[in-house]
């Protein structure tokens, strides 16, 4: 059984950055995906950015790119997401997330989630 255990959130200030991680415990194999994922309140799950592991393919939502980066340490078993120039409207719950072979942006194509972790972004 894979678990995903997510870490660095918090509150932060407009144009600050963090660093969220996503620690991958138990046996993968094959093509892995890691997603995140974001879900503020009252609204629904959307996604953030996407790596896979085998091929170090990656994609972005338009409302990061350019400002978050997806990256892993193979050797952690950790993928990271680098938020740079935060906005309150980045504020949410982000969720890592994990499935097999192709990238995908659709939180229903994820098998594990982690617990996510609180991003509050003030003004």
């Known amino acids: 059984q894979v678990q995903l255990v997510e870490s660095g959130g918090g509150l932060v200030q407009a144009g600050d950055s963090l660093r969220l991680s996503c620690e991958v415990r138990g046996r993968t194999f094959g093509s892995y995906v890691i997603g995140w994922f974001r879900q503020a309140p009252g609204k629904e799950r959307d996604f953030v950015a996407a790596?896979?592991?085998?091929?170090?393919?990656?994609r972005y939502s338009d409302s990061v790119k350019g400002r978050f980066t997806i990256s892993d340490d193979n050797a952690k078993n950790t993928v990271y997401l680098q938020m740079n120039s935060l906005k309150p409207e980045d504020t949410a719950v982000y969720y890592c997330?994990?499935?097999?072979?192709?990238?995908?942006?659709?939180?229903?194509?994820?098998?594990?989630w982690g617990q996510g972790t609180q991003v509050t972004v003030s003004s």
């Open positions: 790596l896979a592991w085998s091929s170090g393919a990656t």
């Open positions: 997330a994990a499935k097999y072979f192709l990238i995908s942006t659709a939180p229903a194509d994820y098998d594990n």
